[in-house]
């Protein structure tokens, strides 16, 4: 790419230069041209290399395959996940945000512009959780709070400084991915569309059960 963009901006110079007419260049004419040319093709090059430093790595995060948002989905609401005393729910949540980790090679993270990750029972690998398991792991630990509370029960873990942690991390992960899906109106019984509840909408998601499938594939050396 770089060689190409030299090419074109060469000739660019070359074709739009006026030369004199044949027999009237001199010693000095042609010294001109020549250093005019030296000129150009090392400010081009200073250009590139500059370009270049300031792009840093040819990747910033390891190259898991390319997964689009395409899958439209509404989001509806999933009673599995809202009974608060109910062991069914507790199941369905403690589910969500596990096994989330990836294995790399820990040769290839400077290659990547990558830092050290996890300590892990694998030599020579690296381990690094998705950001979207990290989301829900911090959901859950704010859920397992807020359940303790609603029913008196003593928190066995000390979660305080994990949840005050989990609000912030979150906070900043919504406003990153930022949906900007228009949100349709619920209508009331009265007929009214004073209010939103999200339920209906479609979004433009990832396939949730691909994203599973990556991770496994990278979990398995």
């Not at 979660?159 to 991390?169: G, L, M, S, T």
Request: with cysteine; hydrophobic share 35%; net charge positive.
């Amino acid at each position: 790419m770089a060689s190409e963009l030299l090419k074109t901006r060469l000739l660019f110079f070359f074709t739009t230069l006026r030369l004199p007419r044949r027999g009237k260049l001199t010693t000095s004419t042609y010294l001109a041209i020549l250093g005019i040319g030296i000129i150009a093709i090392v400010t081009i090059v200073v250009t590139l290399i500059l370009q270049r430093s300031r792009a840093g790595p040819r990747f910033t995060v390891y190259p898991l395959p390319s997964l689009e948002a395409t899958k439209s989905k509404p989001f509806l609401p999933d009673y599995k996940y809202w009974n608060l005393s109910s062991s069914h729910s507790a199941s369905a949540w403690d589910v969500l945000g596990r096994h989330g980790d990836v294995l790399i090679p820990s040769s290839d993270l400077d290659g990547y512009g990558l830092p050290r990750g996890l300590e892990t029972s694998v030599d020579g690998y690296d381990g690094f959780p998705l950001s979207a398991f990290h989301q829900l792991h911090c959901l859950k630990s704010i859920r397992k709070h807020y359940v303790a509370l609603q029913s008196n029960t003593p928190i066995v873990d000390s979660v305080d400084n994990h949840v005050d942690h989990c609000f912030d991390y979150l906070r900043q992960a919504i406003m990153c991915s930022a949906d900007m899906t228009l949100e349709k109106a619920r209508v009331d019984p009265d007929g009214h569309r004073r209010r939103v509840d999200g339920w209906g909408t479609m979004h433009k998601c990832r396939d949730w059960g691909r994203v599973r499938e990556i991770v496994e594939e990278r979990r398995q050396i």
